[in-house]
């Protein structure tokens, strides 16, 4: 029951998401377009539409904006190709920031993402700069509500997985990145669908920085996520305690 809580800095932004909710629709219909034209159309044997599939139910998607995403990669309208792009570097504080997502073309999005970086005082390194700082790994979420803090320990290990967090609010399941839709289908058996289910980054240690410092690094992330072509944003900072308090989105 170690490591760092990726919920707890990414529920502050929440409310901040759910104005964008337009906005976190398409970036999450480009990835099951993606999914579906790198694996096919069935959730069963594609792991990534179904972590994609996951996504759109836990922002109550519509429908059909789903099946529109998942005609768009089968039919005849699949001609853009959309090819997967990492950023990295130091944002404000010196805290170390990985910036994941689907273009295309890259020769938009790269000066777009680095104007970001350069406006709030952050500098944009080469690949693998800032990502040895991370593990790559599996993370599932649930509400804390579906089991007892024991009942999701012993499945949840017993599923696999390498970590467990509890918070006041969620258990975070972390597992091997490579055994993430087996962990997952395991613990579906058990609890339903979990709130998330992803590949994502995890900093191996974290940046405590001030109040200030904070707000500013949150702004840094959300105009990075306002970029259509950005999917994903991680940091390795902590959020001072009683931020809840003071930060207003």
Known sequence: MSGHSQFKNIMYRKGAQDAKRA???????????????????DPESNSRLRSALISARSENMP????????????????????????Y??????????????????????????????TKFSGSLGETNSVSFQFDHIGYILYKRDVASEDEMFEAALEAGASDIKSTDEAFEIICPMEQLAVVRDALFKKYGEPSEARITWSPQNTVPVDSDTAKTLLKMIDMLEDNDDVQSVVANFELPEGFTDTYQS
């Open 63 to 86: 429908k059909d904006n789903v099946d529109r995403a998942i005609k768009k990669a089968l039919g005849p309208e699949s001609g853009v190709e959309y090819l997967s792009v990492r």
């Open 23 to 41: 906005k976190v629709f398409s970036k999450i219909s480009r990835e099951i377009t993606v999914a579906v034209k790198e694996a096919g159309s």
């Open 88 to 117: 990295e570097g130091y944002g404000p504080g010196g805290v170390a920031i990985i910036v994941e997502g689907l273009t295309d073309n890259k020769n938009r999005t790269a000066p777009e993402v680095r104007s970001v970086f």
